[in-house]
Antibody, heavy 121, light 109 residues
Protein backbone atom coordinates (compact mmCIF):
# COMPACT_ATOMS: atom_id res chain seq x y z
CA UNK A 1 0.00 0.00 0.00
CA UNK A 2 1.44 3.33 -1.10
CA UNK A 3 1.18 6.28 1.26
CA UNK A 4 2.68 9.75 1.23
CA UNK A 5 2.75 12.46 3.87
CA UNK A 6 3.88 16.04 3.60
CA UNK A 7 5.54 17.99 6.38
CA UNK A 8 7.01 21.43 6.83
CA UNK A 9 6.43 24.87 8.32
CA UNK A 10 2.96 26.31 8.39
CA UNK A 11 3.97 29.98 8.53
CA UNK A 12 6.68 31.73 6.55
CA UNK A 13 7.77 35.32 6.09
CA UNK A 14 8.35 36.81 2.64
CA UNK A 15 11.85 36.21 1.20
CA UNK A 16 12.44 33.16 3.39
CA UNK A 17 13.28 29.72 2.01
CA UNK A 18 10.59 27.05 2.32
CA UNK A 19 11.54 23.40 2.76
CA UNK A 20 8.85 20.74 2.48
CA UNK A 21 9.39 17.02 2.97
CA UNK A 22 7.37 14.21 1.48
CA UNK A 23 7.83 10.94 3.36
CA UNK A 24 6.49 7.94 1.50
CA UNK A 25 6.11 4.19 1.89
CA UNK A 26 5.04 1.26 -0.22
CA UNK A 27 7.45 1.87 -3.10
CA UNK A 28 11.05 2.70 -3.82
CA UNK A 29 12.10 5.73 -5.79
CA UNK A 30 14.88 3.64 -7.32
CA UNK A 31 12.40 1.30 -9.01
CA UNK A 32 12.05 1.93 -12.72
CA UNK A 33 8.95 3.92 -13.60
CA UNK A 34 8.42 5.53 -10.24
CA UNK A 35 8.27 9.21 -9.48
CA UNK A 36 7.11 11.74 -6.92
CA UNK A 37 5.64 15.09 -7.77
CA UNK A 38 4.66 18.25 -5.94
CA UNK A 39 1.43 20.08 -6.67
CA UNK A 40 0.13 23.17 -4.90
CA UNK A 41 -3.22 24.88 -4.53
CA UNK A 42 -3.79 28.47 -3.41
CA UNK A 43 -6.86 28.94 -1.23
CA UNK A 44 -10.00 28.60 -3.31
CA UNK A 45 -8.06 28.20 -6.55
CA UNK A 46 -7.03 25.52 -9.00
CA UNK A 47 -4.24 22.97 -8.72
CA UNK A 48 -0.80 23.90 -10.02
CA UNK A 49 2.01 21.48 -10.79
CA UNK A 50 5.34 22.46 -9.20
CA UNK A 51 7.98 19.76 -9.77
CA UNK A 52 8.59 16.04 -10.24
CA UNK A 53 11.50 13.68 -9.66
CA UNK A 54 11.85 10.23 -11.21
CA UNK A 55 13.52 6.94 -10.34
CA UNK A 56 16.55 7.84 -12.47
CA UNK A 57 16.94 11.18 -10.62
CA UNK A 58 15.57 13.08 -13.61
CA UNK A 59 14.00 16.30 -12.33
CA UNK A 60 11.54 18.61 -14.02
CA UNK A 61 10.11 21.93 -12.91
CA UNK A 62 7.22 24.21 -13.72
CA UNK A 63 8.65 26.96 -15.93
CA UNK A 64 7.02 29.64 -13.79
CA UNK A 65 8.74 28.37 -10.63
CA UNK A 66 11.94 26.90 -12.02
CA UNK A 67 14.18 29.71 -10.83
CA UNK A 68 13.08 29.29 -7.21
CA UNK A 69 12.42 25.58 -6.76
CA UNK A 70 14.63 22.53 -6.24
CA UNK A 71 13.48 18.94 -5.81
CA UNK A 72 15.74 16.28 -4.33
CA UNK A 73 15.40 12.77 -2.97
CA UNK A 74 16.86 10.70 -0.18
CA UNK A 75 16.20 7.13 -1.27
CA UNK A 76 17.41 5.60 1.99
CA UNK A 77 14.92 7.69 3.98
CA UNK A 78 12.10 7.33 1.44
CA UNK A 79 11.81 11.09 1.25
CA UNK A 80 11.51 13.77 -1.40
CA UNK A 81 12.31 17.36 -0.47
CA UNK A 82 11.02 20.50 -2.18
CA UNK A 83 12.88 23.74 -1.56
CA UNK A 84 11.46 27.07 -2.61
CA UNK A 85 13.49 30.25 -2.22
CA UNK A 86 12.33 33.83 -1.82
CA UNK A 87 8.72 32.97 -0.90
CA UNK A 88 5.96 35.50 -1.44
CA UNK A 89 2.36 35.73 -0.16
CA UNK A 90 1.33 34.34 -3.57
CA UNK A 91 3.02 31.07 -2.53
CA UNK A 92 0.41 30.62 0.20
CA UNK A 93 -1.59 27.45 -0.20
CA UNK A 94 -1.75 23.72 0.29
CA UNK A 95 1.18 21.69 -1.01
CA UNK A 96 0.59 18.07 -2.00
CA UNK A 97 3.07 15.40 -2.91
CA UNK A 98 1.92 12.52 -5.07
CA UNK A 99 3.17 9.23 -6.50
CA UNK A 100 3.69 8.96 -10.24
CA UNK A 101 3.73 5.72 -12.19
CA UNK A 102 5.08 6.36 -15.64
CA UNK A 103 3.36 3.25 -16.96
CA UNK A 104 -0.02 4.63 -15.91
CA UNK A 105 -0.05 7.61 -18.19
CA UNK A 106 2.25 9.50 -15.83
CA UNK A 107 -0.75 10.19 -13.63
CA UNK A 108 -0.43 11.33 -10.03
CA UNK A 109 -2.26 8.29 -8.74
CA UNK A 110 -1.76 8.42 -4.97
CA UNK A 111 -1.68 11.71 -3.06
CA UNK A 112 -0.68 12.82 0.38
CA UNK A 113 -3.13 14.73 2.53
CA UNK A 114 -1.35 18.03 1.87
CA UNK A 115 0.32 20.58 4.10
CA UNK A 116 -0.78 24.19 4.35
CA UNK A 117 1.74 27.01 4.11
CA UNK A 118 0.96 30.65 4.79
CA UNK A 119 3.37 33.37 3.71
CA UNK A 120 2.77 36.60 5.55
CA UNK A 121 4.78 39.40 7.04
CA UNK B 1 2.60 25.87 -23.99
CA UNK B 2 -0.60 23.84 -23.62
CA UNK B 3 -3.58 25.43 -21.87
CA UNK B 4 -6.53 23.34 -20.69
CA UNK B 5 -9.93 25.03 -20.58
CA UNK B 6 -12.69 23.29 -18.66
CA UNK B 7 -16.37 23.97 -19.15
CA UNK B 8 -18.71 24.77 -17.69
CA UNK B 9 -17.22 26.53 -14.70
CA UNK B 10 -20.12 25.38 -12.58
CA UNK B 11 -22.63 22.66 -13.33
CA UNK B 12 -25.81 22.40 -11.25
CA UNK B 13 -27.56 19.04 -11.44
CA UNK B 14 -29.67 16.74 -9.31
CA UNK B 15 -28.81 13.25 -8.05
CA UNK B 16 -29.66 10.66 -10.67
CA UNK B 17 -28.96 13.00 -13.59
CA UNK B 18 -26.14 12.65 -16.11
CA UNK B 19 -23.15 14.99 -15.92
CA UNK B 20 -20.95 15.88 -18.87
CA UNK B 21 -17.77 17.84 -18.19
CA UNK B 22 -15.52 19.17 -20.93
CA UNK B 23 -11.78 19.74 -21.11
CA UNK B 24 -10.37 21.42 -24.19
CA UNK B 25 -6.67 21.69 -24.95
CA UNK B 26 -5.16 24.65 -26.81
CA UNK B 27 -3.27 22.18 -29.01
CA UNK B 28 -3.51 18.49 -29.73
CA UNK B 29 -2.30 16.26 -26.90
CA UNK B 30 -1.82 12.54 -26.56
CA UNK B 31 -4.84 10.85 -25.04
CA UNK B 32 -2.38 8.55 -23.26
CA UNK B 33 -1.58 11.42 -20.92
CA UNK B 34 -4.97 13.00 -20.17
CA UNK B 35 -6.28 12.52 -16.64
CA UNK B 36 -9.31 13.49 -14.58
CA UNK B 37 -9.42 14.15 -10.85
CA UNK B 38 -12.14 14.69 -8.27
CA UNK B 39 -11.55 16.96 -5.29
CA UNK B 40 -13.84 17.44 -2.32
CA UNK B 41 -13.43 20.32 0.17
CA UNK B 42 -10.48 19.84 2.50
CA UNK B 43 -9.31 16.71 0.70
CA UNK B 44 -6.57 15.78 -1.70
CA UNK B 45 -7.56 15.17 -5.32
CA UNK B 46 -8.46 11.61 -6.28
CA UNK B 47 -7.50 10.11 -9.62
CA UNK B 48 -10.57 9.03 -11.57
CA UNK B 49 -9.41 8.53 -15.13
CA UNK B 50 -6.01 8.17 -16.78
CA UNK B 51 -5.16 7.68 -20.42
CA UNK B 52 -8.34 9.64 -21.23
CA UNK B 53 -10.60 6.62 -20.70
CA UNK B 54 -9.11 4.16 -18.20
CA UNK B 55 -10.70 4.12 -14.78
CA UNK B 56 -8.33 4.19 -11.83
CA UNK B 57 -8.47 1.48 -9.19
CA UNK B 58 -11.71 1.49 -7.21
CA UNK B 59 -13.50 4.07 -9.36
CA UNK B 60 -17.18 3.20 -10.00
CA UNK B 61 -18.20 2.47 -13.56
CA UNK B 62 -20.61 5.41 -13.61
CA UNK B 63 -17.47 7.49 -14.30
CA UNK B 64 -16.22 7.37 -17.87
CA UNK B 65 -13.78 9.36 -19.94
CA UNK B 66 -13.53 9.88 -23.66
CA UNK B 67 -11.98 12.08 -26.29
CA UNK B 68 -8.88 12.67 -28.32
CA UNK B 69 -6.81 15.44 -29.83
CA UNK B 70 -8.04 18.64 -28.21
CA UNK B 71 -11.45 17.63 -26.81
CA UNK B 72 -11.97 15.39 -23.82
CA UNK B 73 -15.04 14.57 -21.76
CA UNK B 74 -15.72 13.17 -18.33
CA UNK B 75 -19.19 11.66 -18.00
CA UNK B 76 -20.91 10.64 -14.80
CA UNK B 77 -23.85 8.53 -15.87
CA UNK B 78 -26.07 8.83 -12.78
CA UNK B 79 -25.05 11.27 -10.13
CA UNK B 80 -24.76 10.05 -6.58
CA UNK B 81 -24.75 12.50 -3.64
CA UNK B 82 -21.02 11.88 -3.10
CA UNK B 83 -20.18 12.96 -6.66
CA UNK B 84 -20.76 16.65 -6.01
CA UNK B 85 -17.25 18.08 -5.98
CA UNK B 86 -14.73 19.93 -8.13
CA UNK B 87 -13.29 18.10 -11.14
CA UNK B 88 -9.95 18.84 -12.79
CA UNK B 89 -8.38 17.60 -15.97
CA UNK B 90 -4.62 17.27 -16.21
CA UNK B 91 -2.35 16.64 -19.15
CA UNK B 92 1.26 15.52 -19.40
CA UNK B 93 3.11 17.07 -22.32
CA UNK B 94 6.72 17.81 -23.14
CA UNK B 95 6.45 21.45 -22.07
CA UNK B 96 5.55 22.50 -19.45
CA UNK B 97 5.23 18.80 -18.53
CA UNK B 98 2.02 18.95 -16.50
CA UNK B 99 -0.87 21.38 -16.90
CA UNK B 100 -4.13 21.42 -14.95
CA UNK B 101 -7.41 22.84 -16.11
CA UNK B 102 -9.09 25.46 -13.94
CA UNK B 103 -11.72 23.04 -12.69
CA UNK B 104 -15.47 22.46 -12.97
CA UNK B 105 -17.57 22.68 -9.84
CA UNK B 106 -20.41 20.19 -9.82
CA UNK B 107 -23.01 21.23 -7.31
CA UNK B 108 -26.45 20.09 -6.26
CA UNK B 109 -29.38 21.78 -7.95
Amino acid sequence: QITLKESGPTLMKPTQTLTLTCTFSGFSLTTSGMGVGWIRQPPGKALEWVAVIYWDDNKRYSPSLKSRVTITRDTSKYQVVLTMTDVDPLDTGTYFCAHVLTTRGRAFDIWGQGTTVTVSS
Amino acid sequence: EVVLTQSPGTLSLSPGERATLSCRASQSVSSNYLMWYQQKPGQAPRLLIYGASSRATGIPDRFSGSGSGTDFTLTISRLEPEDFAVYYCLVYVNTPLYTFGQGTKLDIK
